[in-house]
């Protein structure tokens, strides 16, 4: 049961340049959304979030943006820089408190 | 700055053993949760914990599993008989405030590995 989907599984970025992840769901009861990143052998950190009231969230270098007719979500970074190499994690919450993460995309910026 | 610590970092068990992974929520949260990432696959939902009693479970949160905060400070998740398809990383988190619409803050996990 897919209900939050990161279809890309990776993406290369130059330094400086724009990182667009992109997240689908299928719920139109999701409320609230996430992106988290993560490093190996770490625990998912949050980044920035966006209630499904809203269309843009931005929070420094990062924005994510919410399409709820499309049912789509993404995050973009710029400035990229090398340090932003991570997998990154959508994640989705309806109404009850249960969480839906996507699988994950996994960014390399390159020097 | 305040974060979420789980022990051990590692665990290796025999099937049908029983495991306890132990969780240390940051201090002023009252929701606590558990995810598992089986290797490779998305990070999933297990269980949230909120006033001592669970609030939501996901399917694969079975008769197997169970959740307890048994003192001020620890949040644990209990394997009763563990299986194969149990190994995975499983990740504490915790978050405050109404309704758990805060973020959720991880810890560093858990690996566990069922021999």
């Known amino acids: 049961d897919q209900q939050v989907k990161q279809n890309s599984p990776s993406l290369s970025v130059q330094e400086g340049r724009i990182s667009i992840l992109n997240c689908d769901y299928t719920n139109s009861m999701f409320d609230y959304f996430l992106w988290y990143k993560k490093y190996p052998a770490e625990g998912p950190t949050f980044l920035i979030s966006i209630s499904s009231i809203k269309d843009k969230n931005e929070d420094g270098r990062f924005t994510v943006f919410l399409n709820k007719s499309a049912k789509h979500l993404s995050l973009h970074i710029v400035p990229s820089q090398p340090g932003d190499s991570a997998v990154y994690f959508c994640a989705a919450r309806k109404a009850g408190n249960q969480f839906y993460f996507g699988t994950g995309t996994s960014l390399t910026v390159i020097p | 700055e305040p974060e979420v610590t789980q022990t051990p970092s590692h665990q290796v068990t025999q099937m049908g053993q029983e495991v306890i992974l132990r969780c240390v929520p940051i201090s002023n949260h009252l929701y606590f949760y558990w995810y598992r990432q089986i290797l490779g696959q998305k990070v999933e939902f297990l269980v949230s914990?909120?006033?001592?009693?669970?609030?939501?479970k996901s399917e694969i949160f079975d008769d197997q599993f169970s959740v307890e905060r048994p003192d001020g400070s620890n949040f644990t998740l209990k394997i009763r008989s563990t299986k194969l398809e149990d190994s995975a990383m499983y990740f504490c988190?915790?978050?405050?405030?109404?309704?758990?619409?805060?973020?959720?803050?991880f810890g560093p996990g858990t690996r566990l590995l069922v021999l």
């Open positions: 988190a915790s978050s405050s405030g109404l309704r758990g619409r805060e973020t959720q803050y």
């Open positions: 914990f909120y006033n001592n009693e669970i609030s939501e």
